[in-house]
């Protein structure tokens, strides 16, 4: 049994022990954020996974994160805490339907979104994440057509804000989609001098009333520049550890979901990783993740083209 075991002692022991990294997403628990070597977005973790000298990888964040560390870091150990932590937008797009889908538009590159699987990564030309789309969508010739899966929110948001003509494939976040319009107008009611910082994995519905647009690590930037002191923050909660930590003296707010209040917006993949179970995959080195070298290849070559395209 762990019970009587002093986790962050233990956790800290092994890491050292297997010359581990423990990266994190801002989405996990805050103690699981606090004792990481490295919390940051999508891109930022990415980055990290490519470039750490460490033997393992211990990935607190979901299953396509820690698959994208070991597609750039194959010759590390990379171990997930929760197998069970996927992603509602990777569900949404199986790669056999995902492949038809291409076919259909033979012409068109497909640009795609990194919470995907390693086998729709495999299918795709470019990944990017919410931080790097922009930028990577502007290297591409205006003429060119593209597909973009697998969030309809963050493609139909890139095609309003750029003017391109995006081919979307239709899957959403589900912690995204749950945000309440008529909430958050009630809410903005109540603190009408505070900002809406909004992750583009919104709907429309929502992203309309922004005042800011980002990604996590965007959000987390624009929480030190915004004007007032209180946020209303449209993502998955678990961010406002963060914001807490760097601007004690700021007031964050979760966006509400139907209910009037920001719970039915924990992502249940990300809630699966904890202290226990991180302690295990460190002490086990399982649950580990492994991909075929011919599909790691492939995937590698949409995500190295992201990396030279986002720098
Ligand atoms: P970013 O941290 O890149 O903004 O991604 C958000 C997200 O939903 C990850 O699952
Ligand atoms: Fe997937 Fe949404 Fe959870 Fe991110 S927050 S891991 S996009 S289900």
């Known amino acids: 049994s762990l019970a009587g075991l002093d986790l962050r002692a233990e956790i800290d022991r092994l890491r050292k022990e297997r010359n581990a990294v423990i990266l994190a997403h801002y989405y996990q628990k805050p103690e ?5 070597d490295f919390v940051g977005d999508s891109l930022d973790l990415s980055r990290k996974a490519a470039a ?3 033997e393992v990888i211990a990935f607190c964040g979901v299953r396509f994160m820690a698959e994208t560390a070991k597609i750039l870091s ?36 497909a640009l795609t979104y990194i919470n995907c699987s390693a086998a729709v990564k495999a299918l795709s030309d470019v990944i990017v994440t919410s ?29 309003r804000k750029t003017g ?17 319009e008529t909430e958050l107008l009630k809410l903005r009611a109540q603190y009408p001098d505070a900002p809406i910082a909004a992750h583009p994995e919104c709907p429309a519905v929502i992203l309309d009333h922004a005042d800011f647009v980002g990604s996590t690590s965007g959000i987390l930037a624009y929480a030190k520049e915004m004007p007032g002191d209180t946020l209303i923050v449209a993502t998955e909660p678990h961010i406002i ?21 920001c719970n039915c917006n924990i992502c249940p993949y ?41 720098s």
């Open 32 to 36: 699981l954020q606090d004792i990481a």
């Open 52 to 54: 750490t000298d460490a």
């Open 74 to 109: 194959p010759d590390k150990t990379v171990v997930l805490p929760d197998m069970d932590a996927g992603c509602s937008l990777e569900d949404s797009c199986p790669p056999d339907q995902f492949a038809a889908f291409r076919a259909q538009h033979p012409n068109a590159i």
């Open 131 to 159: 931080s790097s789309a922009e930028k990577i969508l502007s290297q591409i010739p205006a003429s060119q057509p593209i597909i973009f899966g697998p969030d309809r929110n963050l493609g139909g948001y890139l095609a």
């Open 164 to 180: 391109r003509d995006l081919i979307l494939w239709p899957g959403v976040c589900i912690v995204h989609e749950a945000f309440s």
């Open 241 to 261: 550890h963060q914001m807490e930590k760097a601007f004690p003296d700021k007031t964050f707010i979760g966006a509400p979901g139907a209910d009037g209040n």
């Open 270 to 310: 990300m809630a699966l990783n904890t202290m226990e179970k991180l302690y295990v995959a460190l002490r086990d080195l399982e649950p580990r993740i492994e991909i075929e070298e011919g599909l790691r290849l492939k995937a590698k070559k949409s995500l190295d083209a992201m990396l030279a395209m986002a």
